[in-house]
């Protein structure tokens, strides 16, 4: 249903937030009265901000505005996400380490959105955009390698040492040309790339110390955008279900869906929690590029919160580190580490609570050996992060908007989605959604009763995030691991040089894609690729159609 804005009011009611007190351009209407379609309400009305300038990833959705305690909470979490966890052990944002990832959440989502791709050389974690997370894992198996954790460290806190070695890990960039030379057939020509990651085995610590890593390979994947996820958690599991029965049926996708997530009419895999208070209640997935997380209460948000700085909370009394135990087991025996544990472990421990990291020989001196193991093992740290702090990161979390469409009544774009909608890209680039009544899931079982009422909800919304949340192959060279790649929502994507200042558009899963164009030809790199006749019929068209495609897709 068409509806009318008028976007001097909303400048007046403050729903418009332009950092230089001006509409954006991008905004239809100019102070008039203007006729806008649906697609035009990507986040729905609950769910839309019409602030397109530098800020436009930051705002709280109309929920939150709405509430004054969410609208508190929302500007509390928000401090969880951009400032920087330190390694002291008291204070605000205290409780960095012993091993971690990053300082902050917004050195992996630079300007709220999804990471940047990054130059060619060494892998540097404090540069801010920096959201590559590097995927170590067993080329025969494809699962991830147990000596590591998923999410690899990096970054240490004295006297403890960093798990890999970040200075010696090269990226490389890769030129590529495809099967069509890089040039269409009105002779215009694009260029592809791809990254390659190298991790020496001098890199790895317990490589060093005498564990046999064996076979291992490295992938990237960037972080994803976060805002609008709370919207994407409102669509019903039964919806999931029904877009997953609809493809299988249809069968129009070469390499059909993954046999690990769904089969047969019914899910093969799905999302559980018992490590962290869950009962292992089964939920569909829905989030990370590689589907790895189910409801966003427990998805990789809540996750990230925990592992990226190894601060605990109270569901999560524990480090976060490789399932092989070989961390632990290799710093316990390092006579650097224990050399420089005592005067750690009195700092983290000073009124000796935790008696097992304080055990004595009988000659009176300290078993640091033991020490260090049962710290590094221990399920019983001490809370770092509050209750409600982690709740204050969720609401955040939950209440970031999405841009509204823009240029929505401009010829060409409006080109540009009726073309994006004839080559069938939009089968599994689904348009829109309606999400149910958005009851508050949480594998973890954190967020229930009292906690999960403090979170905002957006019920019966119609939504447009261009996704149909399901995994796809395109076979591009040097994949993602797996090859199973769930499709990226669009939505707000073509504000992410403006939102970061990224140098590029970043966009495909490892930021190979450094304009629209080139992320729309990786499609059709393959002829296995399940949106290959859609690439070879995009080609054929004329270069002012291309262009309308290109710019639809970064309105929207």
């Known amino acids: 249903m068409n509806k009318y804005l008028y976007i001097a009011a909303f400048i007046t009611m403050g729903l418009v937030a332009c950092s230089d007190d001006e509409v954006s351009s991008d905004t239809p209407g100019g102070g008039e009265s203007t ?15 019409f602030n397109t300038t530098s800020t436009a990833f930051e705002d709280p959705t109309p929920v939150v505005e709405a509430s004054a305690s969410m609208s508190s909470a929302f500007f509390r979490g928000e401090q969880f996400f951009e400032k920087p966890y330190t390694s002291n052990f008291s204070g605000m944002r205290h409780g960095l380490g012993p091993v971690y990832i990053r300082t902050s959440c917004q050195h992996c989502h630079p300007g709220y959105g999804h990471g940047q791709s990054q130059p060619a050389g060494s892998f540097n974690t404090n540069e801010i955009g920096n959201g590559y997370l590097l995927v170590v894992y067993n080329p025969e198996t494809n699962a991830y390698v147990s ?26 960039w890769h030129e590529y040309t495809d099967s069509w030379g890089n040039k269409f057939p009105d002779g215009e020509t694009y260029q592809l790339r791809y990254p390659e ?14 564990y046999d890593v064996g076979n291992y390979e490295v992938r990237l994947e960037s972080t994803i955008g976060i805002y609008g996820t ?19 049926q249809d069968g129009y996708l070469k390499n059909g869906l993954n046999p690990n997530i769904f089969a047969n009419g019914d899910w ?14 089964k939920y569909p997935y829905r989030y990370t590029y590689a589907l790895s997380r189910g409801p966003l209460q427990d998805a990789a948000g809540a996750n990230a919160f925990w592992n990226i700085t190894n601060a605990t909370r109270s569901d999560r009394r524990f480090h976060y580190l490789d399932a092989a135990g070989t961390y632990a087991l290799y710093s316990s025996q390092d006579a650097d580490v224990q050399a420089g544990f005592r005067a750690y472990i009195e700092q983290a421990d000073p009124d000796k609570s935790h008696a097992d990291w304080h055990i004595q020989n009988a000659d009176g001196t300290y078993d640091e050996e033991q020490n260090i193991y049962n710290y590094l093992t221990s399920k019983e740290l001490d809370v770092e992060v509050s209750d409600q702090d982690y709740i204050d990161l969720m609401v955040w979390h939950r209440g970031l908007a999405v841009p509204a469409a823009r240029n929505v009544d401009d010829e060409e774009v409006l080109r540009g989605k009726e073309l994006f909608e004839q080559l069938n890209c939009t089968y599994c680039h689904k348009p829109s959604w309606t999400t149910g009544d958005d009851e508050i899931r949480d594998p973890a079982r954190f967020f229930v009763g009292e ?9 019966n919304q119609t939504i447009w995030p261009y996704t149909d949340m399901v995994q796809h192959k395109l076979h591009m060279v040097n994949d993602i691991r797996t090859g199973w790649c769930r499709t990226t929502p669009l939505w707000g994507r073509g504000l992410h040089q403006r939102c970061t200042g990224a140098e590029y558009a970043d966009r495909l899963h490892d930021c190979r894609a450094r304009t629209t164009m080139e992320a729309i030809m990786w499609h059709g790199t393959s002829t296995q690729s399940d949106a290959y006749e859609q690439i070879a019929a995009f080609r054929k068209l004329s270069k002012e159609d291309r262009d309308a495609v290109v710019k639809f897709l970064d309105s929207i």
């Open 197 to 210: 990651v190298e991790i020496p085995q001098s890199a790895i610590y317990v490589a060093n110390k005498g």
């Open 230 to 248: 709370g919207l994407l958690d409102a669509i019903t599991d039964e919806d999931l279900k029904a877009q997953y029965t609809q493809e299988e």
């Open 451 to 459: 906690k999960a009422d403090q979170l905002p909800r957006y019920p």
């Open 35 to 49: 006729e806008l379609p649906d697609w035009y309400y990507t986040g729905g009305e609950l769910g839309t901000t």
């Open 268 to 281: 093969t895999g799905q999302y559980a929690n018992t490590a962290q208070g869950g009962d292992g209640t």
């Open 147 to 172: 000596w590591l954790s998923g999410m690899p460290q990096t970054q240490a806190v004295a006297p403890f040492k960093a798990p890999l070695d970040e200075t010696q890990i090269q990226l490389t």
